[in-house]
């Protein structure tokens, strides 16, 4: 829940094997909140406690459908994150308000994010915005190769099943010790951190 909290966490998956953490961050009451200067906490948290640490640290830009655009990438263009999510759409949120990713916002983060350098962990919650992405890398706002990550089982997003995990081309997410037992148990070693940088194509 606070910076200190979450700093430890991403620790303690980076021991059990992760090579990347996505970051929220809650407010007082446990909600939401894309608060820049709790990301620059929880960030310098991770250097200052743990400098062993080299895994790669993606921070959202969605942790807050009530935040503005601007408050949404403030915490990107202060601290140029390796990675950022990029939500390829707007959808209605667990039927809570809608959340709203406008072709104006898209536009603008994607060019920021080329800016500071950030790699963008483009989200898709329905084929749709699949689609999208495909029509931003050919506009040149998302620059290939691209790194997707399939939102599936959300309320008004495409639904969690076999025939639509195959269809999204993504493998089940899993806790990250089980997948790195899994990875291992077929013989092969789970991508380190500056692995992971090679194969995002990301500047070390």
């Known amino acids: ?13 980076w021991k059990a094997g992760a090579a990347i ?7 007082e009451n446990g909600d939401g909140t894309m608060d820049h200067n709790k990301f620059r906490e929880t960030v310098e948290l991770v250097h200052e406690r743990y400098p062993e ?13 009530n935040a503005n ?3 949404r990438v403030l915490h990107v263009k202060e601290l140029k994150p390796e990675m950022a999510s990029y939500d390829c759409g707007t959808m209605n949120w667990l039927h809570s308000g809608v ?7 898209l536009e603008d983060c994607g060019k ?38 399939f939102c599936m089982g959300c309320a ?18 899993q ?3 089980r997948a790195k037992r899994v990875i291992e148990e077929y013989g092969c070693e789970a991508a380190t951190p500056d692995e992971a940088r090679e194969i995002l194509g990301l500047k070390k």
Request: aromatic share 8%; glycine share 6%; proline share 6%.
């Open 99 to 105: 959340f709203f990713n406008t072709p104006k916002f």
């Open 21 to 27: 953490a996505r970051l929220h961050m809650r407010d």
């Open 175 to 177: 806790l990250v010790a």
């Open 53 to 65: 640490c080299d895994i790669i640290l993606n921070l959202t830009t969605s942790g807050d459908i």
């Open 112 to 149: 920021l994010l080329q800016e500071v350098g950030t790699k963008p962990e483009i989200e898709a919650f329905d084929p749709g915005m699949i689609g999208n992405a495909a029509y931003y890398i050919k506009k040149g706002i998302l620059k290939t190769p691209v790194h997707f990550q």
């Open 156 to 173: 008004n997003g495409i639904p969690g099943s076999t025939k639509n995990l195959l269809f999204m081309k993504e493998t089940a997410e």
């Open 1 to 13: 829940m606070t910076p200190s909290e979450i700093a430890d966490d991403v620790y303690r998956v």
């Open 69 to 71: 655009d601007e408050e």
